[in-house]
């Protein structure tokens, strides 16, 4: 199956939102969406989960707001939780998804290698015909 880009009302049942702003939820998936195609292209089926964290952060922080008072009520956020931005974790999430990364290993024996040996062969090499008596030889 390929990749299927999040919709506006999946990033609202991301958030937990009963309303969104549509053109600005839009924006925002797509942004996403170009933004994670600068890691991995073309962009592999389960990276819908990297756009919705990557647009939900944008649209609930947009300003990057770490610290803010409104009356006797403060909140104070994490500083990075907001704007559009790809995290190593996401990058990460991104490459796995697509294969990419992990163990693997190169064979550097040439396709026109021959299996035969290379060295000369000698009948006179290894043990003679007579073995010296005491050893075990037969």
Not at 23 to 31: Q, S
Not at 64 to 85: A, C, D, F, K, N
Not at 88 to 105: C, E, H, I, Q, V
Request: glycine share 10%; proline share 11%.
């Amino acid at each position: 199956m390929a990749f299927v880009p999040p919709t506006v009302e999946q990033l609202g049942l991301y958030l937990g939102l009963d309303e969104i702003q549509s053109d600005r939820a839009d924006l925002l998936l797509a942004t996403a969406t170009a933004l994670c195609q600068t890691v991995v292209k073309p962009l592999p089926e389960g990276a819908e989960a990297v756009i919705l964290s990557v647009a939900g952060r944008a649209y609930v922080n947009p300003q990057q707001v770490s610290y803010e008072t409104i009356g006797p009520m403060s909140v104070q956020r994490p500083s990075g939780s907001g704007g559009l931005y790809l995290t190593k974790a996401d990058k990460s999430a991104l490459k796995s998804l697509a294969g990419r990364g992990g163990a693997f290993t190169v064979d550097p024996t040439p396709v026109t290698a021959d299996p035969s040996p290379t060295w000369p062969l000698d009948d006179m090499l290894g043990f003679p015909e007579e073995y010296e008596p005491g050893w075990g030889y037969p």
